[in-house]
């Protein structure tokens, strides 16, 4: 989604229930294990075999990486006309 400069919006600008919709995004195998191996190298997140043995029962992306496609995602397709610094957000994995 691009985003223009005369559509940028200041906090003042947003209104309750006011939605926004980003591009979808494919994540590929390889940049998922490049991703794990450099920032979360649990074995969940990179070998198959000892991936069978976690609660996940398989391979399972980093939830590091997950956050972090959703803030690529969120910066893209919410025009905050200063960006999202410090507006604060509650983060977990449940199982």
């Known amino acids: 989604m ?16 006011q939605q926004f919709e980003s ?4 994540v590929h195998r390889a940049s998922m294990l490049a991703f794990a191996q450099e ?6 997140h990179l070998d198959p075999e000892l991936a069978e043995l976690s609660l996940f029962r398989g391979l399972a992306a980093s939830g590091w990486n997950t956050a972090a ?9 919410v025009p ?3 960006g999202i610094i410090g507006l604060g957000i509650e983060l977990s994995w449940p199982t």
């Not at 591009?23 to 494919?26: G, N, V, Y």
């Not at 920032?39 to 969940?44: A, H, I, R, S, T």
């Not at 496609?69 to 397709?77: A, G, I, Q, R």
């Open 2 to 17: 691009t985003i223009h400069s005369w559509e940028k919006l200041y906090l003042d600008d947003l209104s309750l229930g």
């Open 80 to 82: 905050l006309a200063d």
């Open 23 to 26: 591009d979808s995004l494919r």
């Open 39 to 44: 920032f979360d190298p649990q074995p969940f």
């Open 69 to 77: 496609l959703t803030m690529k995602l969120l910066v893209e397709s």
